[in-house]
């Protein structure tokens, strides 16, 4: 059981064209039992992070705290984590059966205590009629699996999960979010979980960490990142298919405020609360953004409409995307599918003021 | 058409989407006898090179292996045929049951050594040395005696081994290890000499294949090695060197081929002396051939080795196929 405290992390990769400034002034708090993913694209830092919580990475400068305790000095042993690989890492040479139990070896528990567990942990993972084969045999799944199996083997305080589904395919994926699900309620241990996949976050942590250029975005639920993202990008890379952004302009009309883009074509009438704040926004240029989510079909009892000609109809399933043009702005609502809407016809839209996100044009941080 | 030489104003404007010095290039005149002889010849000069220096020796070294063939009678052209006589001479003489037991101590204690001492230097220079330009430096310096003709590390080692005033003599002597000089020649000893050598000569070669090896290790096992809490000796003993085992019994067969064909540091240090304490089998079959004249001889002692070392190889290639499949490697 432990928390997990990253106060001002760094990490420095010196290189003979510069230094690499790959985490920036890091702050983080996990919480006991908590399950928190770090997101964010490739590049951005999220790896380097985790390296450093395990261990297997020097800090530059700033403290990670295991339970309070500085642990920047320990050995990876020493800090009682485990890690499952983005390449599972088995050992080729070994069973499975001697993979699960090598930490254990390692530890010096007798052969009677190692057979018992692993035949215990082997039952858990759905690993137990393949023990006495060699990883190289065995699928992607089945190797993770046993990756999972050897960190959860030897009971360590945290676990640490670095791109452990990027290799698999979209219905072992599912399965594998299924059980990390049921792994971690039932275990109830502080998971570290590492992903360039918004899916996989926001199905399975309880607070989602977004990196981006080597620093923390925003930390936060689901729902805090969806609603309120802190700045331009994390509203930008949360949410599928991505939000709708408009370069738009404040317009006072008297008490009444609104936002639109040159020609008009496009404008927007926030609510009470971000009028307030837009009111004392010093600057008149604003980026605004609405997800396709919350665009729908007007149906006369809407208050707020924008007009757009439809550009694309993509029929998906189980919904239908639609991209509108309207001036010179291309952008998306989601529609119930089977929507007819023929390209060129002119669409009425809806939407909700709350579900308006105004940024800052020079910061790129949420204004409301 | 097909042979390739209708390029010529096939193409309108050639140089357009080629690179500016791709169109500029002398362009070499072609005609039609040039490209179709071209390629036969590009494959055949090699094929009948091969043929001459090593199917035909071949050939010519099992016919005469059953013949009485010795220099006179070969110039003569008058040799005749004996049957498995040579091989029935060679197999009975003691010159050559001694010779299978200087080259089994050869094997364990040269090709063995230098296998064993190519582990423990090629693994403690990846795990100690971590700066790359120091590694080069180091690969070089150790890949160095290699490089050396065996002729010249022949007569290096048989000036440093010397017994009156030796640089190995006088460094043991100097450091109190010995009282009085080791006669490095004698018999007995001689065949120690070419060992070490040999080990000087030719250990980097499977250092250089093993630490390639390990080099090429994923590093993420480590690391999972790491964190699993395993130490430096459970990872070496574990994971390190089984993982390794392919490419060390590839080493290690590498220098046993070449054991079979050892000649010239026999030839160079010791001549096989004295009183062919140091002879090795593929010395005997050069000494018997080219120095005493005995061709049907030397031929049968070539056939004995080669049927030797193809079977202990081959019995070595099946145990890897094996191990390796049961890796699901191959």
């Known amino acids: 059981m432990a928390t997990i405290t990253l106060a001002n992390v760094n990490k420095i990769y010196p290189s003979r064209y510069g230094d690499v400034h790959a985490v920036k002034d ?229 008490s009444s405020l609104r936002v639109v883009n040159g020609d008009a074509s496009i404008s927007f009438t926030p609510d009470k609360v971000c009028s307030a704040k837009l009111s004392q926004h010093g600057q008149d240029d604003i980026i605004a953004a609405i997800r396709p989510q919350h665009l729908h079909l007007a149906n006369g009892a809407d208050e707020d409409t924008l007009s757009a000609k439809v550009h694309i109809n993509e029929y998906l399933g189980e919904r239908s995307i639609l991209t509108l043009k309207s001036g010179s702005q291309l952008f998306r609502a989601l529609v119930p599918p089977h929507t007819a809407a023929q390209r060129g016809e002119t669409v009425l839209l809806g939407y909700n003021p709350q579900d308006l996100m105004i940024f800052d044009k020079d910061n790129k941080q949420l204004i409301a | 058409m097909s042979t390739g030489s209708g390029s010529y104003g096939a193409v309108a404007n050639p140089s357009q989407g080629v690179p500016d010095w791709f169109a500029k290039r002398k362009k070499i005149p072609t005609n039609l006898i040039v490209a179709r002889w071209v390629p036969v010849a590009l494959v055949g000069l090699p094929v009948l090179t091969l043929l001459a220096i090593v199917i035909y020796p071949t050939i010519w070294m099992f016919y005469h292996a059953f013949q009485d063939t010795n220099m006179m009678r070969l110039f003569q052209s008058n040799w005749s045929f004996v049957g498995f006589e040579n091989f029935i001479t060679v197999l009975s003489s003691s010159r050559f049951s001694d010779s299978i037991w200087h080259l089994t101590l050869y094997l364990t204690f040269g090709t063995g050594l230098e296998v064993v001492l190519a582990v423990i230097l090629a693994l403690t220079l990846f795990e100690l040395v971590q700066k790359p330009l120091l590694r080069t430096l180091i690969l070089i310096a150790v890949v160095l005696p290699m490089m050396l003709p065996p002729s010249i590390v022949g007569v290096l080692w048989k000036f440093m081994l010397t017994p009156s005033n030796g640089a190995v003599n006088h460094a043991l002597l100097s450091m109190g290890l010995i009282s009085s000089p080791v006669e490095w020649f004698n018999a007995g000893v001689s065949l120690w000499s070419i060992i070490i050598a040999d080990v000087w000569n030719w250990t980097a070669l499977p250092l250089l294949i093993i630490y390639s090896g390990r080099v090429s290790l994923p590093p993420a096992v480590y690391e ?107």
């Open chain 2, 224 to 330: 999972a090695a790491k964190v699993d809490g395993a130490g430096g000796w459970i990872v070496m003993r574990r994971i390190t060197l089984p993982m390794l085992k392919e490419v060390i019994a590839i080493a290690f067969i590498v220098r046993f081929m070449d054991a079979f064909k050892f000649v010239d540091l026999v030839y160079v240090m010791t001549s096989g002396g004295p009183a062919q304490t140091s002879e090795l089998p593929a010395y005997i079959a050069f000494q018997r051939g080219i120095r005493e004249f005995a061709i049907g001889e030397a031929a049968a002692y070539a056939i004995i080795i080669f049927a030797c070392s193809a079977v202990i190889i081959t019995l070595f290639l099946k145990y890897l196929k094996k191990v390796l499949k049961a890796q699901a490697i191959a």
């Open chain 1, 26 to 254: 890091f702050n983080l708090e996990v919480a006991d039992g908590e399950f928190v993913a770090l997101l964010g694209p490739s590049g951005c830092g999220k790896t380097s992070t985790l390296r450093m919580i395990v261990g297997l990475e020097n800090i530059t400068s700033g403290d990670i705290l295991f339970d309070g305790k500085r642990v920047n000095d320990l050995e990876p042993r020493e800090r009682n984590v485990a890690m499952a690989f983005e390449t599972y890492a088995l050992y080729p040479n070994f069973t499975i059966a001697e993979n699960l139990g090598f930490p254990l070896e390692v530890r010096g528990f007798d052969e009677a205590e190692r057979k018992r567990k692993v035949h215990r942990i082997a039952e858990i993972m759905r690993l137990d009629k393949i023990l006495d084969q060699k990883p190289p045999s065995l699928s992607g799944g089945e190797q993770q699996r046993v990756s999972l199996g050897r960190a959860l083997i030897r009971d360590p305080d945290v676990f640490i999960l670095d791109e452990v589904m990027s290799h698999l395919d979209a219905n072992l994926k599912f399965q594998m979010l299924l059980d990390l699900k049921v792994l971690h309620r039932e275990l109830g241990k502080t998971m570290i979980y590492v992903t360039h996949d918004q899916m996989e976050a926001l199905a399975l942590a309880d607070r989602v960490a977004v990196m981006d250029h080597a620093l923390l975005q925003q930390a936060g639920t689901r729902n805090e990142l969806y609603a309120t993202p802190a700045n331009v990008f994390v509203a930008d890379f949360i949410g599928e298919p991505p939000t709708n952004f408009f370069d738009l302009k404040i317009m006072r009309e008297g």
